[in-house]
């Protein structure tokens, strides 16, 4: 079994065809194949089958996964090793944190790590990241969550070894137009929120998650759009919202925004690792420069 078949598998697992495997690798599609071929014969098990969305893992596949992974990520640290180098890190954070909450820990981490750099690589989609976690695409994530497991605040956590650490509370504010009828209103209950309009984001959104867990089936989501989407349909009296506390607290200090009055709770700045990668060099570092002073 050889490190290049061991990539070769890889990536026909990430791009699913063989001849999208071969591109991203520069090789021709007959060679791909016949790495494939070859580790099938070297193990002695079929690792692939051909389903209707291309090249899907058989059981062997799965399991020979994690352990591609693992080999082919030692043997990019043994090189590193006896070059006596190091490779950035890689940070994933959601969109919405990266303008706010990121900044602040690659702060902390170049105070402490001046000599090693990191990666930011920002993504939409929760999934991506946990998935770029588990398969060595990141070293570690940033994400919002809730709870004391991975997916408390009700997404789906995939299976794998992750583990995480809070860095710090996200606090969250119940907005509405100045005009709203529940703005003239001191202390309010989920009950309240009957009938109202919500605006929400799309379903995977951790405020619409937050506001489900929450809110309940009473408020009637609206579809609105993206943070800044929904603070605006807000300031026109098109809904209420729930959201991040940064991204409304200038529109209340100018009044054409109102925290209404039902406390909810803060989300948590999670930071999300491989439990099994914690020994790699500079992993810990990464988790130690993230957490506050």
């Known amino acids: 079994m050889e490190l290049r078949q ?5 990536a026909v697992i990430r791009h699913r065809t063989v001849t999208d495997a071969a591109i991203a690798l520069d090789l021709a599609p007959s060679s791909v194949s016949q790495q494939i071929r070859t580790l099938e014969d070297t193990l002695g ?5 051909r389903g209707p969305r291309g090249m899907e893992l058989t059981a062997a596949g799965k399991r020979l996964q994690g352990w591609a ?8 640290q043994a090189v590193r090793d006896v070059r006596d180098e ?15 909450y990121v900044p602040q820990v690659l702060a902390r981490f170049a105070q402490r790590w001046p000599d090693i750099d990191v990666e930011v690589h920002a993504d939409r989609v929760r ?23 991975i997916g408390g605040l009700g997404f789906a956590a995939p299976a794998g070894p992750l583990t995480y650490v809070d860095l710090e509370s996200v ?17 309010l209950v989920a009950a309240d929120l009957a009938g109202e309009r919500l605006l929400v984001n799309v379903p995977e959104c951790s405020f619409r998650l937050a506001g489900d867990r929450l809110f309940g089936a009473g408020p009637r989501r609206v579809p609105a759009g993206g943070v800044s989407v929904m603070v605006a349909w807000a300031e026109h009296g098109l809904g209420i919202s729930l959201l991040p506390d940064f991204a409304v607290t200038d529109r209340i200090r100018s009044g054409t925004l109102v925290r209404l009055g039902l406390p909810v709770p803060d989300l948590s700045l999670r930071l999300v690792w491989r439990e099994d990668h914690e020994q790699f060099p500079g992993m810990r570092e990464i988790l130690y420069a993230a957490a506050r002073p």
Request: hydrophobic share 50%; glycine share 8%.
């Open 86 to 100: 190091r490779r950035p890190l890689r940070l994933g954070a959601l969109e919405t944190l990266a303008g706010v």
């Open 171 to 187: 606090p969250l504010a119940l907005v509405a137009a100045p005009t709203h009828p529940l703005a003239e209103r001191d202390r």
């Open 127 to 149: 999934d991506g990241l946990l998935n770029g976690v588990l398969d060595g695409q990141l070293d570690a994530a940033l994400l919002l969550d809730a709870g004391d497991a």
């Open 6 to 10: 061991l990539r070769t598998f890889e």
């Open 45 to 49: 098990v079929a690792l692939f089958t």
């Open 69 to 76: 992974r693992v080999l082919l990520q030692q043997a990019e």
